[in-house]
């Protein structure tokens, strides 16, 4: 592990990205409609503009650069694209009138206004959010790449489409690295390095590293900036890192700055296009049963820690047997809140294999965007596709349904949650065939296992694995709220069904008394009090189970997640008053943790609470943060103490960890003059982003919930 300094260039290149970037679009202009260009299948068409795309944007090459490629996002926020239309408006709209046929086809129903149901859940298929077939592309190159487009089957005319499109495409992303490879203002080695990776595989470590981003580029190129996810990187660069020490061709040091300037170059993005979702995957188990971290595994800690960067997302895998030191490391780049998160390795390949992935291709898994689980190279999740809000349902339940017993009501409760996602599931078959007619992406295509082996793109369900993802908002206020009424309505007899209902109508106006007899006498999840937490893991039981009765449009079960991402706070703003105490509008909170101020007798406590919930169920991925006060790291061996923590908490049966350490007072003072604190970063959700540039909604709930340590 090197202990070298910040090279010069890297100190450059790690300042240039304050620097404000040139703006520029791309038009009809400078990406040319063929004259017959509508006259090829939709597949062909979006891979001849991309071909354009990648030949028009513009190059800049910056003084000092180890790795060259730069992102073409300067004025885009994030999702959205950079190539133009490839089908006309009425094309859109006759492709959209075919995929409703398809829906009436398969659910027998005509399709529903599903932006009315908004309060209860909202669906959109995922264009990235995935984890492609980086290896791949690192063992054959592009132009072992042709080769495998030129074995597929060309039986039909899609099939023929596909092969045609694909080819085009990987021809292109040579020709863009070839632009770079004889540009004048580069260094010879880069160069080299460039004009030998646009055809063949990498042979050396800075080589493949190259590769990497520029295949990243690609297929954000193509698709937008949606959180595609390196995997398991530190495995696959791994070769490529020894072979060159064997070699001495590379000391550590300079693999280092290799992996500091990767570091730096994922950071280039303007900041109107928000997290960028790329995800890291490190350490963890092997197919052979063997711990994965390596040097090219403390490479990207060393990255990740002494530039404290927001991309990418430093993601780890843990077991029983992990090297303390690379535990130790983890949890001060979570305590410096540098973006690290740990994972449970046993708890989450049981997740997958109760789900139904094979261990052989569950042990490769790794994180995509935030927290998501993803199959590297042979899956599209889609694992943001769905949120569900769970407190909607319980207050359909509380309204609408029929009730006399805590049972009866939990009973209730469940109902909604299985006719609303089944709501859910239909509007997944409509905005998936939708998808599937107006969205082909033939260079991913090339990176997801099985389509090219079958010919067939990916959004027409060429992938090995098919699913789509949901995750739960306000989980934390729906077990209070069952919390609540189960002990002083139904058993305590404080008050009766008419009272609450009444005072929850209201907004708790004029039945204050009531409302802080909600908050203050009731149990809470979060404390390792076994009622609220026995509550807590039925509800979170329900609710996984109801949506895993559902079905993907291949017949895959959907994949339900213990997470929310920023679905929280918008879900916050629908809902009204809680039998928790919570008023109408407040927001909710991230994935299982407790609610802000909920969890008051100490971190353990809440870590024993949330260790009892059924991961195996959760298999699309889930939260938990940690607060703890940065004093708690001013002991020599305060980083030592949080690892403690941590392996704790996975032996419990924990599945996921992310620290906080900044003091709300930090943040309050960072609020007020924001010049002075440009640099402070938090922990959204499940990324990090600079403090000053979050909205005041925004800031204003991540005080309140460093406040409540």
């Not at 932006?115 to 209860?120: G, I, Q, V």
């Not at 990187?233 to 061709?249: K, M, P, S, T, V």
Request: negative net charge; charged residues 20%.
């Amino acid at each position: 592990m090197s202990n070298s300094p910040l090279s010069p260039r890297i100190t450059q290149a790690v300042e240039r990205l304050s620097q404000p970037k040139e703006l520029y679009n791309l038009t009809d202009e400078n990406i040319g409609y063929e004259q017959d260009f509508y006259l090829s299948p939709n597949i062909i068409r979006r891979a001849k503009l991309y071909c354009s795309t990648l030949a028009a944007i513009k190059k800049p090459i910056y003084p000092g650069e180890l790795i060259v490629g730069d992102v073409p996002y300067h004025e885009f926020k994030a999702n959205r694209e950079l190539m133009p239309p490839f089908i006309t408006p009425d094309e859109k709209r006759t492709l959209i009138d075919k995929a409703k046929a398809e829906y009436q086809g398969i659910t027998g129903k005509e399709p529903e206004n599903f932006a009315d149901m908004r309060n209860y859940f909202h669906f959109g298929v995922n264009y990235g959010h995935l984890i492609a077939d980086y290896e791949l592309l690192l063992n054959i190159g592009f132009d072992g790449m042709k080769k495998r487009i030129a074995n597929a089957p060309a039986n039909t005319q899609d099939e023929r489409n596909f092969a045609v499109a694909a080819e085009l495409v990987i021809g292109a992303c040579s020709h863009y690295i070839n632009q770079y490879a004889y540009a004048t203002n580069i260094s010879d080695d880069v160069a080299d390095n460039c004009r030998h990776i646009a055809h063949k595989p990498p042979e050396t470590f800075w080589q493949a590293v190259q590769l990497l981003w520029f295949m990243q580029l690609f297929m954000e190129i193509e698709s937008g900036i949606s959180a595609f996810s390196y995997g398991r990187a530190d495995q696959y660069l791994r070769l490529f890192y020894e072979a060159d020490i064997a070699a001495g061709r590379i000391t550590n040091d300079i693999a280092q700055e290799i992996m500091d300037a990767f570091f730096v170059k994922n950071n280039e993005q303007n900041i109107l296009t928000g997290d960028a979702g790329r995800a890291l995957t490190i350490g963890g188990l092997l197919k052979d049963g063997h711990d994965g971290v390596n040097d090219v595994t403390y490479l990207m800690l060393n990255s990740a820690v002494r530039l404290k960067l927001l991309q990418p997302k430093i993601n780890a895998r843990m077991h029983a047997n992990s090297p303390a030191e690379y535990v130790d490391l983890c949890a001060k780049g979570a305590a410096i809140n540098a973006g690290v998160q740990v994972y449970n390795d046993d708890v989450i390949l049981h997740a997958l294999e109760t789900y139904g992935y094979p261990y052989a291709d569950a042990i490769d898994y790794g994180m995509i965007g935030c927290y998501e689980y993803g199959l590297a190279g042979i899956d599209r999740p889609s694992p943001m596709s769905g949120t569900f809000h769970l407190a909607a349902c319980l207050e359909d339940a509380l309204y609408n349904e029929a009730y006399n017993s805590y049972d009866e009501l939990e009973q209730a409760f469940a109902k909604r949650v299985a006719y609303w996602a089944d709501k859910l599931r239909l509007n997944m078959i409509l905005d998936e065939l939708i998808c599937r007619h107006t969205r082909p992406l033939p260079l991913l295509s090339n990176f997801v296992g099985d389509c090219v082996k079958s010919a067939t793109d990916i959004s027409m369900g060429g992938a090995r694995y098919e699913t789509c993802g949901v995750r739960f908002t306000g989980f934390s206020a729906v077990a209070d709220s069952l919390a609540a009424l189960k002990v002083l309505m139904f058993e305590d007899k404080i008050f009766d069904k008419t009272q609450l209902l009444e005072a929850l109508k209201n907004n708790f106006e004029g039945n204050e008394t009531l409302r802080l007899t909600l908050v203050n006498k009731a149990p809470k999840y979060g404390n390792d009090n076994d009622i609220a937490d026995a509550i807590a893991v039925k509800v979170g039981e329900i609710c996984c189970n109801e949506i895993l009765k559902q079905t993907h449009i291949k017949g895959a079960k959907l994949r339900p997640g213990l997470f929310s991402f920023s679905g929280f706070m918008v879900a916050g703003e629908r809902c009204g008053a809680l039998p928790n105490g919570r008023k109408a509008g407040e927001p909710f909170v991230n994935g299982v943790c407790p609610m802000h101020g909920a969890d008051k007798n100490s971190p353990t406590a809440m870590l024993a609470s949330a260790a009892k919930l059924n991961y195996a169920l959760s298999a699309n991925g889930t939260t938990l943060d940690l607060k703890l006060p940065s004093s708690v790291y001013l002991a020599p061996s305060g980083f030592q103490q949080l690892s403690h923590m941590i392996r704790a908490y996975f032996d419990m049966g924990g599945a996921h960890l992310q620290a906080y350490t900044l003091s709300a007072e930090e943040l309050e003072a960072a609020k007020k003059d924001p010049e002075k604190h440009a640099n402070i970063i938090v922990r959204v959700t499940g990324y990090s982003a600079y403090f000053v540039t979050l909205g005041d909604a925004l800031q204003d709930e991540i005080i309140k919930r460093t406040a409540s340590f």
